[in-house]
């Protein structure tokens, strides 16, 4: 004689329904954890290519050099990011007398393509600007 089976729960196959619909919530959490994270990086990288390339611009001796100057730094940096940076530089400080203090400024801004996450909501891409600028010698000879 064989032992008589517990009656069925009425919870049999709950697990499987939690973890169907828990998993696409999960995976969509993850991905914006991820997304997240790479935009935090690189709105470092594009102010930290922003305080670099003020710095190199005001190394530079005439208003031509600073701006190509920038514009050299910023791409090298960025290259990795992964975008084109547009640069302004403002070279107005060249204008002033040696022994006046006097800045020059740099607007970087970069657009990365955030199209590779598949998180419905977000844009294809994402632009990210900065600002930074860096004092000239003040007793160095300006043009």
Known sequence: MTAPRPP????RGSATLEAAILTPALLLLAALLVFA???ALARQAVQHAAWEAAR????????????????????????????????????TGFA??????????????????????????????ITFHAAADSPLDRYRSRP
């Open 56 to 91: 190199e611009a005001s190394l530079a001796r005439d208003p031509a050099a600073a701006r190509a100057a920038a514009d050299g730094q910023a791409a090298a940096l960025l290259a990795r990011v992964g975008c084109r940076p547009a640069v302004a530089v403002d070279t």
């Open 8 to 11: 069925r729960s009425p919870e």
């Open 37 to 39: 994270g790479r935009a």
């Open 96 to 125: 002033a007398p040696a022994r006046q203090p006097a800045r020059v400024g740099v607007a970087v801004a970069c657009t990365i393509d955030a199209g590779r996450l598949a998180v419905p909501g977000i844009p294809g891409t």
